[in-house]
């Protein structure tokens, strides 16, 4: 069974820092597969912040270009999304999400709170 979880969100003050994972089963792992982070805040649409794409390049929303950074580990099959200098409309919850093979799977979320 395909899972995706994430892990690692929380509440955080403005400035902080905050590192999400996602551990990816292994055969949906590849690098050829789209590997995305999104966001959803309260009343808005669920919105693309930081992704892998198939051809392995990295690409980020403008509102978050700068202060996060997409990465992987293949050994552990795990995408991690860091996040730096978090401002309060940073809050949502984030999913992970994975495209490959004409499939589409995501994960259970995890809430992070940028919040004094």
């Known amino acids: 069974q395909v899972q995706l979880v994430e892990s690692g969100g929380g509440l955080v003050p403005p400035g902080g820092s905050l590192t999400l994972s996602c551990a990816v089963s292994?055969?949906?792992?590849?690098?050829?597969?789209?590997m995305g982070w999104y966001r959803q805040a309260p009343g808005k649409e669920r919105e693309l912040v930081a992704s892998f794409t198939s051809g392995g390049s990295r690409t980020y929303s403008d509102s978050v270009k700068g202060r996060f950074t997409i990465s992987r580990d293949t050994t552990q099959n795990t995408v991690y999304l860091l996040m730096n200098s978090l401002k309060p409309e940073d809050t949502g919850k984030y999913y992970c999400?994975?495209?490959?093979?004409?499939?589409?799977?995501w994960g259970q979320g995890t809430q992070v709170t940028v919040s004094s």
């Open positions: 999400n994975v495209q490959y093979r004409g499939s589409t799977y």
């Open positions: 292994q055969s949906i792992f590849s690098r050829h597969a789209f």
